[in-house]
């Protein structure tokens, strides 16, 4: 499938294979987009985070709730969806994690390593979940019309 | 490839050679259980060396920070040596580097302990 200005999406299970392979997709589309290496490596680990997210904290493992991910490249960005089934977060209420005091805390550094690799990262709540928008400028000038397979 | 891991005595200093990915699932439930097996049987000088460790995650970054605060409530001490650039970066990033006792050689990282 030709990712210029197309759209690939997948439905997958709440389980760790996903997040594994949410993150072995956005690499190999990342790559074949033309991104440079520390931008695939940015793009690929705010993925996993996201679908960490979707797994754990949003289905939480529901063997009955799916997680969708989608990749699509449109304007010169790479435009990466996760949408998950569960209750949804408040954001509000996730603690800075470089507050002196949340320094030791073993959790909550997920959203906050999407926001430092990622141009844009939007979090909503709609009908069914959760939906995560994670957006990245291209920058590299031999960046899309290349081709990525399923 | 996940994570693998492998211990030896240096001068009363227990190196934990990593190696592979540190995230969510096994990499993670390695690291945890094999420092608190060194603690358990009193080993309380330990040192992390992750030169070989090439990817980590937020959960793998949280399981640092509890090797290092379950080692230090023990009465011991973590050190971490050999950072690759990537986990590098990430410690910085997350303010963490403020947090461990980073080292790039062994031999002074071993003699580091009190």
Redesign the interface.
């Given at each position: 499938m030709a990712m210029t200005e197309q759209r690939v999406s997948y439905t997958l299970d709440s389980s760790l294979e996903t997040i594994d392979s949410a993150e072995e997709k956005a690499t190999r589309i990342a790559t074949e987009l033309g991104f440079t290496e520390d931008e695939v490596m940015q793009i690929s680990m705010a993925v996993r985070e996201g679908a960490v997210n979707a797994v754990l904290h949003g289905n939480a493992y529901a063997p009955d709730k799916k997680v969708t991910l989608a990749f699509e490249h449109k304007g010169g960005d790479l435009v990466i969806t996760i949408c998950d089934q569960g209750k949804g977060m408040d954001l509000n209420r996730i603690p800075n994690p470089l507050a002196p005091e949340n320094l030791l805390k073993t959790s909550g550094r997920g959203i906050f390593l999407m926001r430092s690799f990622m141009d844009v990262v939007e979090i909503r709540p709609t009908q069914t979940g959760t939906e995560l928008k994670l957006i990245k400028h291209v920058h590299g000038p031999t960046a899309g019309g290349k081709e990525a397979s399923q | 490839m996940s994570m693998k891991v492998g211990s030896r005595q240096v001068d009363g200093v227990t190196i934990v050679d990593c190696s592979g990915r540190i995230?969510?699932?096994e990499g993670s439930v390695v690291l945890r259980d094999t420092v608190r097996d060194l603690l358990s049987k009193g080993n309380k000088k330990i040192i992390l060396n992750l030169a070989d460790v090439n990817y980590i995650?937020?959960?793998g970054?949280?399981?640092l920070?509890?090797a290092?605060?379950t080692t230090k409530n023990q009465g011991g001490e973590l050190k971490l040596l050999n950072l690759t650039k990537?986990v590098n970066d990430?410690l910085q990033?997350?303010?963490?580097y403020?947090?461990f006792d980073v080292k790039d050689d062994e031999t002074a990282a071993v003699k580091s302990f009190k």
């Open positions: - | 995230t969510l699932g995650d937020s959960s970054i949280g399981e920070v509890s290092y605060t990537k990430l990033i997350t303010k963490l403020t947090v």
